[in-house]
T-cell receptor
Framework: KNQVEQSPQSLIILEGKNCTLQ??????????LRWYKQDTGRGPVSLTIMTFSENTKSNGRYTATLDADTKQSSLHITASQLSDSASYIC????????????FGKGTSLLVTP | DTGVSQDPRHKITKRGQNVTFRCDPISEHNRLYWYRQTLGQGPEFLTYFQNEAQLEKSRLLSDRFSAERPKGSFSTLEIQRTEQGDSAMYLCASSQPALGQASNGYTFGSGTRLTVV
């Protein structure tokens, strides 16, 4: 069964601190993995997309890693800002699905002053 | 055209009423998707269009739900005889056919928040 598990479910950090969010998946065969940021009441916005051959990809203060062997990914946020408060969703595409994406439940991040 | 547009942003309706949502995808995207998202959950796939053809429907899409994309551009999602369990965020996304493995054209709209009272 194609599953995407994220941890922690929620996280509170102080502004300026770093944090790392985890994503484990069982989706197979693997096509690509995406991290999305979703602000409350808004649609998800893509942060990174990684294919099988990519280990690390950065987008500003966001750095995603992928270990396709262990089927794990992480999203590292550096020097957090209040505006980083959001839900971060890991999404894995099955190369056989053609269209459907497998979504994690997300990690809810709160950055406090 | 700056992205995927959804209308309305919020809808409050009484149980038993019908509602219709609209999605305008990115103009050059021929694929359009509808998802439903409840609080604390990730989006759940509802249905998928390629141009005007509805190619897949999830089991979540009961017979009270119907989606159309008549001219292969905008799409509508109608819910008939709404129930309280239909309360959710309804997200639309669009994409282009993948150019290689990394399809990066998968863009979501801001969603329509439905509340059934």
């Amino acid at each position: 069964k194609n599953q995407v598990e994220q941890s922690p479910q929620s996280l509170i950090i102080l502004e300026g601190k770093n944090c790392t969010l985890q994503c484990n998946y069982t989706v197979s065969p693997f096509s690509n993995l995406r991290w999305y940021k979703q602000d409350t009441g808004r649609g998800p916005v893509s942060l990174t997309i990684m294919t099988f051959s990519e280990n690390t990809k950065s987008n500003g203060r966001y750095t995603a890693t992928l270990d396709a062997d262990t089927k794990q990914s992480s999203l590292h946020i550096t020097a957090s800002q209040l505006s980083d408060s959001a839900s971060y969703i890991c999404v894995v595409r099955n190369s056989n699905s053609g269209y459907a994406l497998n979504f994690g439940k997300g990690t809810s991040l709160l950055v406090t002053p | 055209d700056t992205g995927v547009s959804q209308d309305p942003r919020h809808k409050i309706t009484k149980r038993g009423q019908n509602v219709t949502f609209r999605c305008d995808p990115i103009s050059e995207h021929n694929r359009l998707y509808w998802y439903r998202q409840t609080l604390g959950q990730g989006p759940e796939f509802l249905t998928y269009f390629q141009n005007e053809a509805q190619l897949e429907k999830s089991r979540l899409l009961s017979d009270r739900f119907s989606a159309e994309r008549p001219k292969g551009s905008f799409s509508t999602l109608e819910i008939q005889r709404t129930e309280q369990g239909d309360s959710a965020m309804y997200l639309c996304a669009s994409s282009q056919p993948a150019l290689g493995q990394a399809s990066n054209g998968y863009t979501f709209g801001s969603g329509t928040r439905l509340t059934v009272v």
